[in-house]
């Protein structure tokens, strides 16, 4: 019996021998990889114009949320991110800059710029505007990477604030076709036409699915047509 608990002490104090040998050789690897310098990030300064406010927040809320930085801190930080003779900076520089107006300035910012309500309605206008940019001058094929890299972008600001596709797409979804050139909204209701399900497939989901793989399609065309960086020569016959 006593021979079993000698082993068993030798068996955990060799255990234990090894663990530490893995951290030894384990956390010198950590520390090295944390010794390379990341770029320095500059944070993105705030115009004042209320469609930036949540590219801003987004960036500055780490500061904001960081209960390791003192609030005068913090307000110095804010005056360091908006653009210089600016809405947003003549706003920071009405208030005194103590740690007590900063939580002060960041509400007058979020009330004045970041309104939900207000964002929402900045853009659903500009997916007005291209709708009316496709009435009057329409818009052609090679228009369409753009077009859908700037759809995506107004669909995700409009999705964080809430306005899902899920509970919105009945509203976004003629909107986002409306904008579409008339030789892909035709592809568009053929490939619905071909669906068994043709009222499910009409979501905003498919929609953007659909213009995805048409871009990626037009790149690889693209890609195609290039070659090898040399233009394709025909060959000639001769009689």
């Given at each position: 019996m006593e021979d079993a608990e000698n082993f068993r002490d030798r068996y955990i104090e060799m255990c234990t021998r090894v663990d530490l040998k893995i951290r030894e050789t384990v956390v010198p690897t950590e520390t090295e990889k944390r010794s390379f310098k990341l770029p320095k990030i500059e944070l993105k300064k705030f115009s004042g114009e209320a469609k930036d406010f949540l590219a801003f927040w987004s960036q500055f809320q780490k500061i904001h949320n960081d209960k390791g930085i003192a609030e005068e801190d913090k307000m110095q930080y804010l005056l360091q991110s908006v653009e210089p003779k600016s809405k947003a900076e003549r706003l920071v520089?009405?208030?005194?800059?103590?740690?007590?107006?900063?939580?002060?300035?960041?509400?007058?910012?979020?009330?004045?710029?970041?309104?939900?309500?207000?964002?929402?309605?900045?853009?659903?206008?500009?997916?007005?505007?291209?709708?009316?940019?496709?009435?009057?001058?329409?818009?052609?094929?090679?228009?369409?990477?753009?077009?859908?890299?700037?759809?995506?972008?107004?669909?995700?600001?409009?999705?964080?604030l809430g306005r899902t596709q899920e509970k919105y797409g009945d509203f976004l979804t003629p909107l986002v076709e409306s904008c579409l050139p008339e030789e892909i909204l035709m592809a568009w209701e053929r490939k619905r036409n071909t669906e068994t399900d043709a009222k499910g497939s009409r979501t905003l989901k498919h929609l953007m699915t659909f213009l995805r793989l048409e871009v990626q399609g037009e790149e690889m065309v693209q890609l195609a047509k290039s070659g090898f960086g040399t233009p394709i020569r025909k060959k000639r016959f001769s009689n």
């Open positions: 520089l009405s208030f005194p800059a103590t740690a007590e107006n900063y939580p002060k300035a960041i509400d007058q910012l979020k009330e004045r710029f970041g309104r939900e309500d207000l964002l929402v309605q900045i853009y659903v206008r500009e997916l007005l505007n291209l709708v009316m940019k496709n009435a009057v001058s329409g818009r052609t094929k090679t228009d369409l990477s753009a077009l859908y890299d700037e759809l995506e972008g107004k669909l995700r600001s409009l999705e964080s």
